[in-house]
């Protein structure tokens, strides 16, 4: 699928800031894969590090060949062990003063990396905290960890439900359990949209990527079966077009 991503203009990167992504088999998900997540989130940062933690199906060589074509890009490789450990191995890489967090079948458009930098011109904070948009057959209001863009001092991800989540823990607290004093005082609230990609036949991407998660995630045992090796990895990474409508 070839890109009609636009390289960002010095105007519209995001000063000292880092991507912060970990991976595995994603050379096709709903999104468009890795070679789209990286066209169109990388020109917009800094810096950025993505770690592999295990592909199997092209992911990590396709990483090396887009490493070489993008000079800010970092890649890494870390033995998953949980989706906490990954973060904070990723996390610990960066080198500017604050961290973007982003999955592979996430996106923002060029439009929201715009309006992100002019919300952080005009109102520093260490946490900025986003809005989540699922996209499927149709689109409906998601759920996602906050902040997604936060300065690294005294921040750290702890795993929940044994390895099938994680959460960003700040000077010891969840970050979703802040008092409202320490979020009006430090966090800005975006307004952005994070868009997550599923399959456009949500439900049917739901039954067969249950059994996975309870088999595979659950157990902390993803880095034994990858998705790519799963009976119904075509389905469940199947491209959403509707990806096109959101660049």
Same mark, same amino acid.
């Given at each position: 699928?070839?890109?009609?991503? +636009?390289? +960002?203009?010095?105007?519209?990167? $995001?000063?000292?800031?880092? =991507?912060?992504?970990?991976?595995?088999?994603?050379?096709?998900?709903?999104?468009?894969?890795?070679?789209?997540?990286?066209?169109?989130?990388?020109?917009?940062?800094?810096?950025?590090?993505?770690?592999?933690?295990? /592909?199997?199906?092209?992911?990590?060589?396709? =990483?090396?060949?887009?490493?070489?074509?993008?000079?800010?890009?970092?890649? =890494?490789?870390?033995?998953?062990?949980?989706?906490?450990?990954?973060?904070?191995?990723?996390?610990?890489?960066?080198?500017?003063?604050? !961290?973007?967090?982003?999955?592979?079948?996430?996106? $923002?458009?060029?439009?929201?990396?715009?309006?992100?930098?002019?919300?952080?011109?005009?109102?520093?904070?260490?946490? #900025?905290?986003?809005?989540? =948009?699922?996209?499927?057959?149709?689109?409906?209001?998601?759920?996602?960890?906050?902040? &997604?863009?936060? !300065?690294?001092?005294?921040?750290?991800?702890?795993?929940?439900?044994?390895?099938?989540?994680?959460? $960003?823990?700040?000077?010891?607290?969840? !970050?979703?359990?802040?008092?409202?004093?320490?979020? #009006?005082?430090? /966090?800005?609230?975006?307004?952005?949209?994070?868009?997550?990609?599923?399959?456009?036949?949500?439900? /049917?991407?739901?039954?067969?990527? #249950?059994?996975?998660?309870?088999?595979?995630?659950?157990?902390?045992?993803?880095?034994?079966?990858?998705?790519?090796?799963?009976?119904?990895?075509?389905?469940?990474?199947? #491209?959403?077009? &509707? &990806?096109?409508?959101?660049?």
């Amino acid at each position: 699928m070839e890109s009609n991503i +636009a390289i +960002a203009t010095p105007q519209t990167v $995001l000063p000292d800031v880092s =991507l912060a992504a970990i991976v595995r088999d994603e050379m096709m998900n709903p999104a468009g894969g890795i070679i789209d997540f990286i066209e169109s989130t990388v020109p917009f940062v800094e810096e950025a590090v993505i770690v592999d933690t295990g /592909s199997k199906d092209g992911t990590r060589e396709t =990483l090396e060949e887009l490493e070489a074509r993008y000079p800010n890009l970092t890649v =890494l490789d870390h033995p998953f062990q949980g989706y906490a450990d990954a973060r904070n191995f990723s996390l610990q890489q960066v080198q500017t003063s604050k !961290a973007f967090v982003l999955d592979a079948d996430e996106r $923002l458009t060029k439009d929201d990396f715009a309006s992100l930098k002019q919300t952080m011109d005009a109102n520093p904070a260490l946490y #900025y905290q986003f809005d989540f =948009l699922n996209v499927a057959e149709s689109d409906f209001p998601g759920i996602g960890h906050n902040p &997604r863009l936060f !300065a690294l001092e005294n921040t750290k991800y702890m795993n929940q439900n044994n390895h099938a989540g994680e959460c $960003l823990f700040i000077d010891g607290i969840r !970050a979703d359990k802040w008092s409202d004093d320490l979020v #009006y005082n430090n /966090s800005v609230i975006t307004g952005i949209d994070i868009k997550h990609f599923y399959t456009q036949d949500f439900k /049917s991407f739901v039954t067969k990527i #249950y059994s996975w998660y309870q088999v595979v995630v659950k157990n902390g045992i993803s880095d034994i079966v990858a998705p790519s090796e799963t009976q119904d990895f075509e389905l469940w990474k199947a #491209y959403n077009p &509707r &990806r096109e409508e959101f660049r």
